[in-house]
Every structure is written in C-alpha cells, then in structure tokens.
C-alpha cells in the first residue's frame, strides 16, 4: 500500500464524490423532503457537476489545489446551505495540506480535522444538533486515532468512511437543533439528517479513490465514475 | 454617500421586495437585493451576494441583511474572500427581521450617519421583542399599541389641533418631562415618511418619548400605530431635551408634516 496520497487521488475523490452524489441524489432528496425543502441531493448534484467540469477544465496539480476548485466551486453552485458548509470544509483542508504533493497519514488526518473545523465554524453546530456534523466529527476522530496508531492513508480513510456512515446512522432518532429541520423540533426525530448521510458518502468516496490508488489501479481505475 | 444595503433571501422577489420597501423611505441610500440562486431557483448565491457587496460598497460600509440559514453562512463565505480594508467595512445583522430591519437601517442610512449607527437603526427593528427572541418570535412581537381611547375617536375639527399641556419638571433637579396632544390633519396620516422623519430627528435628542405609547424613535413602531388623519398623537417624553422633543412632533404634526 503507498503511503502518500496524491493529486491524482484527490481528482479521483472528487470525480467519485459527484458520481456517488448522481447515484444517490433521488435518496438525498428524499431525505432533505422529510424534514428541510427537498433540495440537497440536487443542489450537491449541482454542485460537483460543476466540479467535474472545472475539473475537465484545469489540471490541478497538488491535492490542495483539488481542495480550492471544489471549494470555490461549490460555494458557488450549490445554492443552499450544504454550499458554505462544504465549501468552507475543501477550503480549509486546502490551506491544511497547503503546496504538498504527498499527503501521508497524519497530514491527512489533519486535513480531515481542518474541514470539519470549518463546518463548524461556518454553521456553529455541534455534534447531536442532527447536522452533517453527526457525521464528520466521529470520522475526524477515527480518522486521527488511526492515524496515531500509524496507519497508512487508505486505511485512515476507510477508518474515517465508517465512522462517517455509523455517525449518519446515530442522527436517525435526533431532534434538530440547527439547520431548517430545527423548524420542526421534535418532528424532525425518525428522520436521518440529509446532510450527515451525503458527508458519509463524500468520505466513503474519499476512501474507495484511496483504496483503488493503493491497488495500483491508478488514475483510471480511481476515477471509476 | 451613505452606507449601502444588501438584502439576502432564497428568494429573488423577497430581496427585490424589501429593496423596493425601504426606497420608499431612503432615495438616496444605495439598496442592493441578492435573492435566489445563479439560475432564479430557491436559494442562496454566493455570486449575487460577491457581486452585490460590491454594488452596495459606496466607500462608508455596506450593512448585510439576510432570511434565513444558509444566507448568513453564504455571506459569511463571501466575507472571507474580501480584503481587510473592504472586510472592516461591511456588517452583518442576522438576528433582526428583514423587513423592519432593513427599513429601519435605510431610514438611518438616509440621513448619512456613519456604518454603526445604521447597525443600530437595524437592531432597533427588534425594539419590543421578548429578549434573545429567534427569527419568529421577532415576527410577532407586537408594540404596545394603546388601546382603544381617544386616540381611535376622530378628534372635534378645530382650527387649532394644538393642545400643549407642559408638566411642571418632577422636583428641585428631577427629570425633566413634558408632553402634549396634537391632531394628525395631513390626509394620509402617519405614514412611513412622516414616521422616518419624526423617528430621525428624536433620535439625535436626549430624551425618551413616546407617542401613544410607542417609542417614537423607532420607524416600524410608529408605523405600526397606523394613525390616521383626524386621530391624536399623545406625547410624552423624559429627559433633558424633553420639551424640545415634543415641541418637534406636535409641531411637525400641526404644520401636516409640511404634506398641506
Ligand atoms: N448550521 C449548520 N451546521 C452544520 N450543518 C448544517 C447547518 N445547517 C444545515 N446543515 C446541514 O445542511 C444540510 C442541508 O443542506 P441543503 O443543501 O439542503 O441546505 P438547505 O437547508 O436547503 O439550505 P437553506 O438554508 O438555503 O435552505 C442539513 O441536512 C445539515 O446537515
Ligand atoms: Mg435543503
């Protein structure tokens, strides 16, 4: 298994993040329907179909300038609140891993740490508020224990990637606290975040694009869309 | 100049809307609106909100107003990608209701008062709202209108609508108070220009008033009154320039707030 990750596995993510977006996007509308205004698988569809595009466009050349394009892209494509959010998450894991072509273990990790950082400070919520952050925050700490413990970047991922779905999993009985489902109080408990369960499939993607870097599938197997 | 408005909603009507309001009050002040997404769609952009920022930086400040949740992250984003100088010069006031904030900030931006004091102007949208109020209980926090009382009862045609009943100061070196009715005669009463103007000129006095009850420093209350011609503006006020304040609004009213 390698132990950096490059530009090429942060396109891969990338790419695989819209492709997964595409696939789940009725589901997210679903989700966002039950307790919001319907509209986040599209607009994240929206978003990283622009970010493939922009993609397609330029090539960026280190994993931190693949962080700015999605951040800048989806601040300004989304058009909803999952754009600040994860705009402000790909902006400060970009300024985390700064000119570096290689991101090793701990890098990495702090990346992860760095956009969750910025979720918060950008929505101000905390874990148990049923936000994207139910999901972020146990794959930081997973992410960063694995990390420690010294494993490679694709495990870390992976250890990140399962956190992220089990933390999605744990928003389904939560009452809202932030966000427009804080508009249905207790109505909105019974229902998984919207939110919480894209950001478990943006890691999940995160971790297959390291997973298929690690098998030597390279650029083309990574970016399986 | 003046200090510039920008209105943020999901909605490109709302924000077009709330423009369109407060110019009926503040010609002069720069309004922006930065409603809906890039292609008209329900939601927020961060290029309407870049660009309006803008457009509504005259060289004083630039105060953003926002709807609800992603409009204030949106703006915030669009904070951080602006330089210091330009950064320093731009304020949000996401607590207090669009509508009567953004009326009440233009009214105080009209008069060429520098960006903290629109801030205030914004912020006394939330005058009567239960304390740390969320955006909806803001919405329903209503004036204490006065109830019923000559204020509703269409006051005698007399040639002199002017009744001053000056009060003798409370005590050696007590507060000074004075108050006086006088009887709205202008055909559209106290409308939202004569509310401005009255709620503009007391704020630069050193005195608390009200009239009919409601502090007469505040636009949205005074509005909110929706006295019509022929009724009664009871007012009182407390402080050092107590008799000059009520002097200013019986005598504004008596003279039709120069509408005759
Ligand atoms: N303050 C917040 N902090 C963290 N996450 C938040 C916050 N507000 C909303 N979210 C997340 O955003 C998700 C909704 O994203 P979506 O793109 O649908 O935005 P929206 O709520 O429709 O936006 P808007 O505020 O423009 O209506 C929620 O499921 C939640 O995870
Ligand atoms: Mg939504």
Known sequence: ?225 | MSVGLLIISHSAKIAEGVCELAAQMAADVVLVPAGGTDDGGIGTSFEKVQSGIEKADTGDGVLILTDLGSAVMTAESALEFLEDAQRNRVRMQPDVPLVEGAIAAAVAAQTGVTLEAVVQGAQSAQTGAPAGGTQGEAASAEPAIAPSGSAEQPAEPSESAIALSPEPAGGAGGVESASGDVELINPMGLHARPAAVTAQELTGMDADITINGVDAKSVMLLMTLGLKQGQTLHVAATGPDARKAVDFVTGQAADGFGEL
């Open chain 1, 1 to 225: 298994m390698a132990d950096t990750l490059n530009a090429a596995w942060a396109e891969a993510w990338l790419r695989n993040s819209a492709a997964v977006v595409a696939e789940h996007r009725k589901e997210l509308i679903d989700l966002d329907r039950a307790i919001g205004d319907a509209d986040h698988g599209e607009n994240l569809d929206r978003g990283f179909s622009a970010v493939v595009q922009k993609l397609d466009e330029s090539n960026p050349e280190t994993p931190g300038a693949c962080f700015k394009l999605a951040a800048m892209t989806l601040m300004s494509k989304v058009g909803g609140a999952a754009g600040p959010l994860f705009g402000t998450a790909y902006l400060r894991a970009g300024t985390t891993v700064g000119e570096s072509t290689e991101l090793d273990s701990p890098l990495l990790a702090q990346a992860l740490a760095a956009a969750r950082d910025g979720i918060v400070a950008r929505g101000k919520a905390e874990v148990g508020d049923k936000t994207m952050i139910d999901a972020w925050t146990p794959a930081v700490d997973a992410a960063t224990e694995a990390a420690e413990a010294g494993a490679g970047p694709a495990d870390v991922l992976e250890a990140a990637a399962v956190a992220a779905q089990q933390g999605a999993e744990s928003t389904d009985p939560l009452v809202a606290r932030k966000g427009r489902a804080s508009y249905l109080a207790e109505r909105s408990a019974g229902h998984r975040d919207p939110g919480a369960a894209s950001s478990a499939l943006l890691l999940r993607a995160a971790a297959d694009a390291a997973a298929a870097a690690g098998n030597g599938a390279g650029e083309a197997g990574a970016s399986g869309a």
